[in-house]
């Protein structure tokens, strides 16, 4: 093994908060460490519900990079970047998301050494740009053309999304690489347990129907209100959505339009989902688009049986062409009511999706997952990178400010939590 290969593996996210890609690389981490592996983190802020998640003093550094919603703050903190790249020995650099991906990318040229860089896309891009007003997401196209190709690796969390990033992209190459999201290990089974203290969810109480994801135009919730309006027309049923977003209050007021708003309930976001999932009747995806939709399996290894839109790009794949769990037109509500009918009105197809998706093997990823990564780490550097004993009792949080300049403040958990950052988001 090679001197070199002792690097650290560095994990490049905006933050810690409650997203699927944040929650991805997470779980990435805990089985990298597992296998000893040495990786560390990279935010724009220290800030996020999923710190604790992560083990006793795993090294984290922040950019302090301030609100993200103000899209000059990520030029802002370039040159943070630039100089943690300068000055930290790194194996890899793993970013995720495009804005960070570009971000990477564009620091990488200011530099005089070598960084291999791997670029994650979690999303199917095209549709995200369609499906904004935002006019920074749509300068992106351009700069990804440009910088991607300087990628030593450009992963997709779904076939779907690498055939779509293609065409955006405008090149094919061997650099292109399919990795599923991670997403069953044994703390979510063990979570999928834990009692739930919920009157909807006891014995003898009517189906419940139970959706999770950010309260945001692309999950399209809307679309579910509507269908669930049509299904409490033929049964009596409940309406779950775990999580949080700025489309709340629509949501409150078409339910009260609906007349269904005392069968909803908005909890917000949730730490445990799963042992809502292992208790529901029915779990739906009612997105307009996704990556891969991570909920999906997790809902399958809860037992829980799935219906989905069929939406770009994620849900087919997971299915299989509708082997374990019912697709159906994206928003169309009628036909999303007649896939939730179908399940609750017919305990032949419940069960044989219960059983189907809690046995299908993308619940059990972690050798395949460890498989995938850990050839594309060996394609990026040589085999051998190898953790130290990690000592101490706190996260670090190294705040790289000042420009050029670093400084280090290690922060306690309960530090990040009642920092400034928390304020800034």
């Known amino acids: 093994m090679g001197e070199g290969m002792r690097k650290p593996v560095v994990f490049f996210l905006p933050n810690l908060n409650g997203g699927g890609a944040e929650k991805a690389v997470v779980r990435i981490i805990r089985a990298l460490l597992t296998r000893g592996i040495n990786s560390e983190l990279l935010l724009l802020n220290a800030e996020g519900v999923y710190f604790e998640e992560l083990p006793e003093s795993y090294p984290v550094y922040s950019l302090d990079a301030g609100n993200l919603r103000f899209y000059p703050n990520y030029l802002l903190a370039l040159p943070r970047l630039i100089a943690f790249l300068r000055k930290k020995e790194i194996s890899v650099v793993i970013s995720n998301l495009s804005h960070l991906n570009v971000m990477l990318l564009f620091a990488c040229v200011f530099l005089r050494k070598r960084v291999r860089a791997i670029v994650v896309e979690h999303n199917t ?39 779509d990033l293609k065409k955006v992209l405008r090149f094919d190459s061997e650099k292109f690489r399919v990795i599923y999201n991670p997403i069953v290990d044994d703390r979510l089974l063990k979570k999928a347990e834990e009692p739930l203290d919920h009157p909807w969810f006891r014995e003898g109480e009517p189906p419940l129907i139970l959706a999770a994801g950010r309260l945001h135009i692309q999950k399209d919730f809307p679309t579910l209100l509507r269908a669930f309006a049509l299904v409490r027309k033929q049964i009596p049923a409940r309406l779950v959505i775990l999580g949080e977003g700025e489309k709340r209050k629509e949501l409150e007021n078409l339910a009260q339009e609906l007349g269904i708003r005392e ?83 017919n305990p032949v197809c419940t069960e044989s999706f219960r059983r189907k998706g809690s046995k299908e093997p993308w619940i059990s990823p972690w050798r395949k997952l460890w498989k995938s990564m850990w050839g594309l780490l060996r394609d990026v550097v040589e085999v051998g990178i190898r953790s130290g004993n990690v000592r101490g009792r706190m996260v670090k949080i190294l705040v790289l400010s000042g420009g050029i300049g670093t400084g280090l403040w290690p922060l306690s958990r309960e530090d990040i939590r009642n920092s400034s950052y928390t304020e800034r988001r």
């Not at 995200?128 to 969390?157: C, E, H, Q």
């Not at 908005?266 to 939709?293: C, D, H, I």
């Not at 219906?307 to 770009?312: L, M």
């Open 125 to 163: 891009f095209s549709t995200v740009i369609r499906n904004t007003l935002k006019l920074s997401p749509k300068l992106l196209p351009p700069l990804m053309r440009w910088l991607y190709p300087k990628a030593d690796f450009i992963v997709g969390v779904s076939q779907g999304v690498i055939d």
């Open 263 to 345: 069968d909803l309930d908005l909890p917000g976001f949730v730490e445990n989902p799963y042992k809502y999932m292992k208790r529901a009747t029915v779990f739906v995806l009612s997105s307009q688009w996704e990556g891969f939709g991570n909920v999906l399996v997790e809902a399958m290894a809860c037992g829980c049986p799935v219906v989905s839109t069929d939406c770009p790009s994620g849900p087919r794949e997971i299915l299989e062409d509708g082997k374990y769990g019912l697709l159906v037109p994206p928003k169309d509500p009628e036909k999303l009511a007649q896939g939730i009918l179908q399940v609750l009105k």
